[in-house]
């Protein structure tokens, strides 16, 4: 049977980055009530017009289950 590995701790720094076991994974901009993730596929970024993915914290917290 494989091990499931534990769930990691998050942290927001004082810059408002958003940390899971010390690996920076985003920016959290409170007042908005976002997460940004910066893209960097070139690509991507160019049709989308933007480096940074934007999520809703709300749609985090609502992510559909594997079956």
Same mark, same amino acid.
């Given at each position: 049977?494989?091990?499931?590995? #534990?769930?990691?701790?998050?942290?927001?720094?004082?810059?408002? &980055?958003?940390?899971? /076991?010390?690996? #920076?994974?985003?920016?959290?901009?409170?007042?908005?009530?976002? &997460?940004?993730?910066? /893209?960097?596929?070139?690509?991507?970024c160019s049709e989308r017009g933007s480096e940074v993915v934007e999520v809703r914290i709300s749609d985090l917290?609502?992510?559909?289950?594997?079956?």
């Open positions: 049977m494989e091990e499931q590995p #534990k769930p990691s701790q998050i942290v927001v720094g004082k810059n408002g &980055m958003v940390y899971a /076991d010390g690996v #920076k994974i985003a920016r959290l901009i409170p007042e908005r009530g976002v &997460m940004q993730f910066l /893209d960097r596929d070139r690509r991507r917290g609502n992510l559909p289950q594997k079956k």
